[in-house]
């Protein structure tokens, strides 16, 4: 089965600093591993995906995560913080004929000026 | 194109009465799925459709059911409603089960009295 757990319920971070949110997942078969951001009172918008291929995926607002098979992890980075980016982040795993994608419990991040 | 559509946008309703809240997929999608997000509880799966059948379901108690029309359109159904259902419900419908991104609704507010 699959999970996924993300290290940290709340981050909060300076303006301008690296924002780094956690994820390490739990799969048998080579996963397909996503971002989500909320804002409030939203629903959950895609910030990137890694399905196959380059490990190091680019999404939207700057943000950009890893995958590392041998740590099992897909963090989520941005270099400089704004404080747009103040908003709760879903780690999501699913998996190729899983049919179900699985959400982490959140990370909400907030941003100091 | 239109992302995915729920109505109502908030709801409130007295204990022990029913309610169906509607979701209308991006044109194409045929995969719907609803969550349940509460503070306490984060983001919970529902059920998911695909093709009007019910390929999942959550850990959720009877009381809560969902459909899925011919049209990819679709309804869930909260009877008996308990102070503890008070939630955002989201939709998230995709274009291929698991294997592609999910696109979000705003979601509905229900708030039970």
């Known amino acids: 089965a699959q999970s996924v757990t993300q290290l940290g319920s709340h981050v909060s971070v300076s303006e301008g600093a690296l924002v780094l949110l956690r994820c390490n997942y739990s799969s048998s078969v080579p996963p397909y591993l996503f971002w989500y951001v909320q804002y409030p009172n939203q629903g959950l918008q895609l910030l990137l995906k890694?399905?196959?291929?380059?490990?190091l995926v680019k999404g939207i607002n700057g943000f950009e995560a890893e995958f590392k098979k041998s740590e099992t992890s897909f963090h989520l980075t941005k270099p400089s913080a704004h404080m747009s980016d103040a908003a709760e982040y879903f780690c999501?795993?699913?998996?190729?004929?899983?049919?179900?994608?699985?959400f982490g419990a959140g990370t909400r991040l907030f941003v100091k000026a | 194109k239109a992302g995915v559509t729920q109505t109502p946008r908030y709801l409130i309703k007295t204990r022990g009465q029913q309610v169906t809240l509607s979701c209308s997929p991006i044109s194409g999608h045929r995969s719907v799925s609803w969550y349940q997000q509460t503070p306490g509880q984060g983001l919970q799966f529902l059920f998911e459709?695909?093709?009007?059948?019910?390929?999942n379901k959550g850990n959720f108690p009877g009381r809560f059911s969902g459909r899925q029309f011919s049209n990819s359109r679709s309804e869930m159904n909260v009877s008996t409603l308990e102070l503890g259902d008070s939630a955002l419900y989201l939709c998230?419908?995709?274009?291929?089960?698991?294997?592609?991104?999910?696109?979000f609704g705003q979601g509905t507010r229900l708030t039970v009295v």
């Open positions: 998230a419908s995709s274009w291929d089960r698991g294997r592609t991104e999910a696109f």
């Open positions: 459709y695909f093709s009007e059948t019910q390929r």
């Open positions: 999501a795993v699913s998996v190729t004929g899983g049919f179900k994608t699985i």
């Open positions: 890694y399905t196959t291929g380059a490990t």
